[in-house]
């Protein structure tokens, strides 16, 4: 049982968090924030960028699976990851109209890597989540540029920011200021320990339902009438635990009892999507060997790794909003900060 | 915001329940249970009918969704629900390894109720779930009979016991004994109200994640060292509101949601599913009418719809648990009800 | 390429055939079947078990995938399938009423070989798919005992009848009679030869529709006015090719091509359904390792597992209906064999 | 049955075709290609619009399904599709590294359409799917412009070419030059004619394997060493039958047979993918109703959309093979057309 970041946030917790409490406490991760916003508040948007692992992910692919919690999204790169249970480019995140730019330079950036794209070898799956930060931002604008998607992509590191940044700029989350939020659990399997973290991109939610920890903070904070469920959220899982794919999308379907906990009923208009991979085996593009020799972990340990990553993801999913300014956007809108409306200082 | 059913169960909810506060308040719907015990406690099994609306269901069949939260289960006719968006015979809930003589009992009464059926006409999608109610019953002994089965489906009606009761009297939920759980939610839609109701035979999760309302009851009551997550869950959910098939199985996949917020996270060895039927459609086998003509809820207010099944199951579910006592049963185990450990009265 | 069985059977075919042409090319694989006939031609039905492989599944499962290409239809236990990717018990195949008498066979079956089932660890999950044979059969009448599932996994071996047998006994193909059918084929990888097989159970298709190998056999047979598709098909897949559930799947959804070079557009009232599994990893039901070890196929070698998979069930396919003989059934019903109607001797 | 566009092209049909025989019979589709080619040969690419109906589609979706028979594919706007049942955008069909820059287009032109998008409402789903044309195209060259798209949906109209044009330029199927193609049956029902459209951008298969009607072709026009089916094919279907979404998605995963017709069994690299829709109700964005009124058909005459659908699929693919010219591409790669092959005039 424990308590993190700050005691106005009292999570109930079994697993340690690890030493940065972080997706990127999971060796090999990297996550890079590109945050775009205007001196007259019209734009505030921006990229965030998850390298699931060093080395060249196109010829050595990670297992990989995802989850669909609620479909009304735009991610693109979901159908091949189901298929073929790997991950073999980063996975850029930004908002909904800003897809096809984040895309195409997500796949400059393979086709640099890798000269046999589309020439000697196939094509390349690229993943690109999203949220609608129009509430904050002039999302019409289509204000990302390709060049700010490489930049977050090269920018990625195993620090980074919280709160309005990145992808998360403009986001809302349960009524509040959302944006970029990370977590990280430890867990001990046969002696060894293991990381699980996740990293959410928060834009979903009522007030009025907003759950932290035991505390039912949204029936209180909310005055007004409560508001209908839209937005989305984007949940990236990441785990040196050796998963097979299959497992990895069990680990995904799990996103939504973290977001639950947070008051989630996964409205209509939230498309929450999950993406987990694994970093411990890696698939060859390039080779030949007739078969492919992996790990995978007993099913019977599984349980504890669901557990682990509903905590995880749940610290994520507040954190985000924790770290998170209160921010002016587009048409004068204002989005409170979580922690001005508690008051913390 | 309200409380329930009882002081120390306070949850939050923004939908008042329905008069009898169970899923049958949705006018139509009958459950009924047949408890089987053995003076020897060796014994500790049963059925729970759900009979989903007056009428010849065959003939005038509901649309209905189903949702696998965890595939880790052996429910039979969920493979016709999904294609055909129909449920055209009751839904009878038992142990594991009695579906078999279930089936063939709902088999049996469908054939009895409807004469053309492998004549003139096709076959019968019954519906059987089931959670493995081992710890208190000797399941092995296949102790249900089809009589029993028939029997649950004879005495249904709008009145029933919850707790460990039916399918119920064996099952076990986070270290406390579970059984059948119900509740109901109104809700306005355009001047209309309309009712939500829950119905859920419990065996699942671990004690020490236990959440009551706002309250992490389990990390308390857990001294002993925290269990795996197995069992089951089968959650019914039944509207007059109407939905299409996929809005029911959009009703549907809110049950994960329900689950977490009783700290459940779908363990492994947890067959946690749910199947949504509305009762304000009916689908006519033997019509030759070219074209069905069906109203469903625009989708613009839907949210609601989502957020009143997540609070109706989730007091479903813990009313299960609340309404238990506990039991003794094969082995020698014996499993403590909820409100002994609370040392409630 | 290559003519098989028969001269009037023209099929492409680029990979030979094994040894027996059957699923039971792929060692360890055993077939048995119960026929079930009254000499008043009123009782057409059977059962046919499929048991995967040697030793104890349960305790040694397999992986496996399933695919619903059609969903009317009641197989039991494909959801388990589909979530954990393994097949711990038989598959055991009859007619739709007769499943829970099947399924309760194949329960007793199992706890008879593993005592620990229900005591000191979970419950099983049992398969067992079906047709609807009330065309040939009086299906209301439930003649199938759990005897006849015992009697028919007593049975099974290497060798075994196609045609109007076992579960095939009162099945329907595309206007002719139809029933059990299987074939397989070899395929070299990296230098080893493997095995595909394939069973299925037939009871589809409208016989204008009929093509055989090169041949719209259908257009020319079908003298009256067509037919509504209705019925089921039921196919197992079997290889000795170290595949993942993943792949598994994947193989299993090429049932439907194999289906449709047969002239099937799998019509409405199709349960067109099938299970996929490989001999070649087995997983310990009570390993304590932390992790399983598996290898699979490289997928860049799959198309062509692919390619076979079709062959070989295109084959079993057709081969049901040929080795089927006319048969007289309930109220005076007459189905003609397919040699029959092309007046092959 | 009947013969079709050439007697060498002898294929078995139920259902007439409409006029045109292209998907455009179905009243409000219209359909425009941009052809983008280089002098050099080195570019053989463009863009295929299908605008699925007129009016404002965003304002008054249309009802939609889609299937994915082979998830190697690269496709965007399925997920919402799949949750939501409707189609709010033109699908659009370009190369697969050029998806993102269709996508930018397509959001540009629906932001044109409606001012409200991202404002006072909430974002668009753009439906862009794609094959790899990289044997006749440089595609790490991304020729593709937004402008090139928005002519494609300027050009659209109800005659078009089929062939080596718009999206289809540069693509191979079974060996043989591919790309656009499209056909149409009629099918009564309830003493009204209504129409299904297929077009298909066809880019899979090997040579070997191709089946024209009831010949094998492939197996007498390969000389060389079976190639892997590599390539994808995208399939569009239209209808002016009142269907659900869930009868739309039952039509999209008929597209496996069709493919299946012609030689296919979907091979690993091949992302095979279709998207189904209604013209008959539209689903109104701004409506405030409480309630959606639908028509939908008795599923007891589904049977034969499903067949017809799949006679009007498999001319469709066909018909990009028939219609293609020899072409001359990329590092001097030249696909010959079917009819050279054939050496038919």
Avoid at 276 to 289: L, P
Avoid at 311 to 319: K, M, N, R, W
């Amino acid at each position: 049982m424990g308590i993190r970041k700050d005691d106005n946030i009292n999570l109930y917790s079994r697993y340690p968090a690890g030493p940065g409490n972080k997706i990127t406490d999971v060796a090999g991760v990297k996550v890079g924030n590109v945050t775009i916003q205007s001196e007259d508040h019209n734009v505030n948007t921006g990229v965030t960028a998850v390298i699931p692992a060093g080395g060249n992910l196109y010829r050595d692919k990670l297992l990989a699976g995802a989850s669909v919690i609620n479909g009304y999204g735009k991610s693109v790169g979901l159908i091949q990851i189901n298929e073929l249970g790997t991950l073999e480019a980063p996975i850029l995140i930004t908002n909904t109209l800003s897809v096809g730019t984040v895309l195409n330079a997500s796949v400059k950036y393979m086709l640099g890597q890798n000269p046999e794209i589309g020439v000697s070898t196939m094509t390349v799956n690229c993943v690109v989540c999203e949220c609608n930060d129009s509430r904050l931002n002039d999302i019409r604008g289509m204000h990302v540029t390709e060049q700010d998607a490489l930049d977050a992509l090269e920018k990625a590191g195993t620090d980074f920011e919280e709160g309005a940044v990145g992808a998360g700029t403009g986001m809302v989350m349960m009524g509040c200021k959302g944006g970029v939020g990370s977590a990280s659990r430890l867990i001990d399997i046969a002696g060894r320990t293991y990381t699980i973290g996740a990293l959410a991109v928060t834009n979903y939610g009522t007030e009025h339902s907003l759950i932290m920890g035991s505390d039912h903070v949204g029936a209180r904070l909310s005055g007004q009438r409560p508001m209908q469920d839209k937005g989305s959220c984007i949940m990236i899982l990441a785990t040196d635990i050796p998963l097979s794919c299959r497992q990895l999308t069990r680990m995904a379907n799990r996103s939504a009892h973290a977001l639950a906990r947070t008051g989630s009923y996964s409205g209509n208009y939230s498309g929450d999507i999950a993406i987990a991979f694994s970093t411990a085996n890696r698939v060859g593009h390039f080779s030949e060997d007739p078969f492919v020799r992996v790990d995978f972990l007993n099913e019977r340990y599984i349980s504890n790794v669901f557990e682990a990553t509903v905590e995880a993801l749940e610290e994520a999913l507040l954190s985000s909003a924790w770290h998170a300014e209160t921010t002016e956007g587009v048409r004068g809108n204002i989005i409170q900060s979580l922690r001005d409306k508690l008051s913390v200082k």
